[in-house]
């Protein structure tokens, strides 16, 4: 019913930006939280950044400084920019969305939505 579609990812070098965007779509009445999730190879999946529905974020220490976090309401979407990217930063990002109170038969429900994922390469 709800979909979450990530873009723009891709291969960048070290020092340069990627600013990647994330759209939900179907019948969403509203959105809690969203956060960009990373995994790299053999590594846990960790959250990277996130941010209320009053805007409030929160960033893990090592992109504090180089990434910003920020929403859309209106087009339900999420947007991650990237600065100052380091080899470090490789992974595959994912979209989330918790807290989604959608439309339909299953107003009143809160459920949590993930995307497929977008890779981000960052060379030294």
């Known amino acids: 019913q709800v979909q979450l579609v990530e873009s723009g990812g891709g291969l960048v070098q070290a020092g340069g930006s990627l600013r990647l965007s994330c759209v939900a779509s179907?019948?969403?009445?509203?959105?809690?939280?969203m956060a960009w999730y990373r995994q790299a190879p053999g590594n846990q999946r960790e959250l990277v950044a996130r941010?209320?529905?009053?805007?409030?974020?929160k960033y893990i220490d090592s992109v504090k400084g180089r990434f910003t976090i920020s929403r859309d309401n209106a087009a339900n979407s999420v947007y991650l920019q990237m600065n100052s990217l380091k080899p470090e930063d490789t992974a595959v990002y994912y979209c989330?969305?918790?807290?989604?109170?959608?439309?339909?038969?299953?107003?009143?429900?809160?459920?949590?939505?993930w995307g497929q994922g977008t890779q981000v390469t960052v060379s030294s």
């Open positions: 941010v209320m529905n009053d805007g409030r974020t």
């Open positions: 179907g019948s969403i009445f509203s959105i809690d939280v």
């Open positions: 989330n969305a918790d807290g989604v109170r959608v439309g339909g038969a299953w107003a009143g429900a809160k459920f949590r939505f």
